[in-house]
């Protein structure tokens, strides 16, 4: 199904069958047209940058899978009983009344690069001048034995926000004293590389509320180190005594199946069981950039450092998780940074307007505990071989608990900027 809003558009109907035809959207007379597939922190932010500051020069239309958009980022703080699934739930409105964005709800099927069209599912059509490709990740669902995406319904990865987030929570508040909770994070690079320690913590916090503090977490990591590593460690040992153990290759040695009507993963180790598993697959640029023919051998977009341009295609543009962004993580920071520098290049190619040179930027907050939480993050500049970082900074261990507090504190304070830059309101 597809919903219009705001700027007029063309039906162009065959003879005879005009109420039955698929819509063609038609370009606005004489602008050139920006579309967008994906309206997570790269697509939406580019589309309202351009449609903000090229204004009646450019005609911007916004592709998205469902009206409403639940961020993966802060889903963890859901988890934990830190949010509600309202305060991470966002839509589109703002973005068609106040800067005249088309939306159009529905699954881009494939894209026509020679006649420089994305074809809906439905067979409608929606041509462009410059496509911005941002549609996240998709999952190597056969990444660890015996998983499957019919298996994702047992064993949930919550790792796109929306239906499966809701799944995990259920299934975390049904959890009962003394069951065990199994998590396996994704191989490198996957998206949010802090999340699944983020994850264990609220996991713990939920527990540990409960009074079900011999609950075990148990963490089997294809990874021998993880991001903020010694931050999750110092603040498991900490709150969470006894509650969560993490596991290395070198210690498991590697995980060689598992039975989803089970919960048993099979590792060189031993034979785990979870009553509840939060398994996160392996991960690649969704599906609609492989289609196009946008990604390499890696799975992954290569770009533009300088632009975010594709370099399969100069008028195609890829941002976030699905490219590959040098030193720059998965991230919506980094979408978000990263749909800022492509909206001005964009910008300046179809209205001649400056294009300043890029400089991207990352920040990724986590929390381990009530008011404890860390950050890391980097300024990052175009070379010619990638995006690298300029400059960095992360929390440090046994910091005082006011800088800890002061730090969660200014992760609400981010994530209500963010979705504000994103979605418009």
Request: aromatic content about 10%; glycine content about 10%; charged content about 20%.
């Amino acid at each position: 199904m597809t919903r219009l809003t705001r700027r007029s558009f063309g039906l162009l109907a065959g003879a005879g069958a005009a109420h039955l035809a698929l819509p063609h959207y038609a370009r606005a007379e004489g602008k050139p047209r920006v579309v967008v597939i994906g309206g997570g922190p790269g697509g939406a932010t580019a589309a309202r940058y351009i449609a903000k500051d090229a204004g009646e020069d450019v005609d911007v239309t916004l592709i998205v899978s469902d009206p409403s958009y639940i961020t993966c980022f802060f889903s963890n703080l859901y988890m934990g009983g830190f949010r509600t699934l309202e305060s991470i739930t966002h839509n589109y409105d703002t973005l068609a009344a106040n800067y005249g964005i088309t939306i159009v709800n529905g699954w881009a099927g494939t894209i026509d690069r020679d006649g420089k069209t994305v074809v809906m599912a439905d067979g409608s059509k929606v041509p462009y001048d410059r496509l911005i490709v941002s549609p996240g990740i998709d999952f190597i669902w056969d990444s660890v034995p015996g998983f499957t995406e019919e298996a994702s319904e047992i064993m949930p990865h919550a790792y796109k926000g929306g239906p499966q987030t809701t799944l995990l929570k259920a299934k975390l508040d049904a959890i009962e004293k003394g069951q065990q909770i199994v998590i396996v994070p994704p191989p490198n690079p996957y998206r949010c590389p802090p999340a699944p320690y983020e994850r264990a913590s609220m996991f713990a916090h939920l527990l540990k509320a409960k009074g079900y503090t011999d609950n075990k977490i148990i963490i089997l990591d294809p990874k021998p180190k993880y991001s903020k590593q010694a931050l999750f460690q110092e603040g498991w040992e900490k709150y969470y005594p006894g509650m969560v153990e993490w596991y290395g290759p070198d210690v498991h040695g590697g995980i060689k199946s598992v039975d989803p009507a089970t919960g048993d993963i099979v590792t060189d180790l031993d034979t785990f069981h979870g009553d509840l598993v939060n398994l996160i697959p392996a991960q690649k640029a969704g599906m609609i950039a492989a289609k196009a023919g946008l990604t390499d051998d890696s799975g992954f977009c290569p770009i533009d450092p300088a632009t975010m341009r594709s370099v399969m295609d100069d008028a195609i543009y890829v941002l976030g998780d699905a490219t590959i962004a040098g030193d720059m993580p998965k991230s919506a920071f980094a979408a978000n940074s990263q749909a800022k520098v492509a909206a001005m290049t964009i910008r300046g190619e179809l209205t001649g307007s400056r294009v300043f040179p890029a400089k991207y930027s990352n920040s990724c907050w986590s929390l381990i505990e009530t008011n404890d939480g860390v950050k890391v993050g980097a300024q990052y500049a175009p070379t010619a071989e990638k995006i690298a970082s300029t400059t960095s900074f992360i929390s440090q261990t046994h910091e005082d608990p006011a800088v800890r507090q002061a730090t969660y504190e200014e992760s609400l304070g981010w994530y209500k900027g963010i979705t504000t830059d994103i979605f418009g309101s």
